[in-house]
């Protein structure tokens, strides 16, 4: 398949077609992977237009919450606008489409088991909704930002939660044929001090059963407790 079907079949997903296909490209494409194809200008790679997405992306459902009936707090709009931009929603809302399978990605970013870390298909999401915020505006950034995302916003506007607790689940399933030892060990921290990545590893009795990468220790302990309970189901 060539570059060009893979990337209509994407946008009949997205349910909206370019005007200026680079936009598109450029927000799939992962630092790392125009790192190894030796291009590293500020456009040959997602990280601007991400954060041009992400200040949209809160525009959008802070509209939305505001002219939600019956009328939030303020309070209550933030925390409800943090729930739904988290990483956890955006990356389920685009696996959804199977949005994951086009990005471009450098063969060191890409997972031991070949899935993709929730926080790489997030940043990716954004970087889409800034791609049709410069390629057709607000309007029509805010119609598909709110499609892509109708079922986690609903979850949270009826009082639901999109977090699981996958280190709860794990040690309740490990613990059904007795008393066992979960230890969590973060074994790499990198990055600057405002934008840190952590990577745990999980042991079970003294053996490794899991990996997790994210932003905080809590969140890697989850992710290597989620990657855990994965392959122990598919055993």
Not at 102 to 128: H, M, P, Q, R, V
Not at 196 to 216: P, Q
């Amino acid at each position: 398949m060539t570059e060009k079907e893979r990337l209509l079949i994407l946008q009949s997903k997205l349910q909206y077609m370019f005007n200026d296909i680079s936009l598109l490209k450029m927000a799939l494409t992962h630092k790392s992977y125009a790192y190894e194809q030796g291009t590293t200008g500020g456009n040959d790679y997602n990280e601007r237009i991400e954060f041009l997405g992400d200040a949209i992306l809160e525009h959008i459902i802070s509209e939305k919450l505001y002219l939600h009936e019956p009328i939030l707090k303020e309070g209550d709009m933030t925390k409800k606008r943090a729930a739904i931009v988290c990483e956890k929603s955006l990356s389920s809302a685009l696996r959804r489409i199977n949005g994951q399978e086009y990005i471009y990605l450098g063969k060191c970013e890409k997972s031991t088991n070949g899935k993709l870390k929730d926080a790489i298909i997030a940043d990716a999401f954004e970087s889409i909704l800034g791609a049709i915020y410069l390629d057709a505006g607000y309007e029509i950034a805010s119609q598909i930002c709110l499609r892509l995302l109708d079922k986690e916003i609903n979850t949270i506007l009826t009082g639901g939660s999109l977090v699981v607790d996958y280190k709860t689940k794990l040690q309740e399933k490990l613990q059904e044929h007795g008393t066992v030892k979960i230890e969590y060990k973060a074994v790499k921290e990198e990055g600057p001090e405002h934008d840190k990545t952590f990577t745990v590893e999980l042991y079970f009795n003294g053996e490794k059963i899991g990996d997790g990468v994210g932003k905080s220790k809590k969140q890697a302990e989850q992710h290597a407790a989620q990657d855990a309970l994965e392959k122990l189901q598919k055993h």
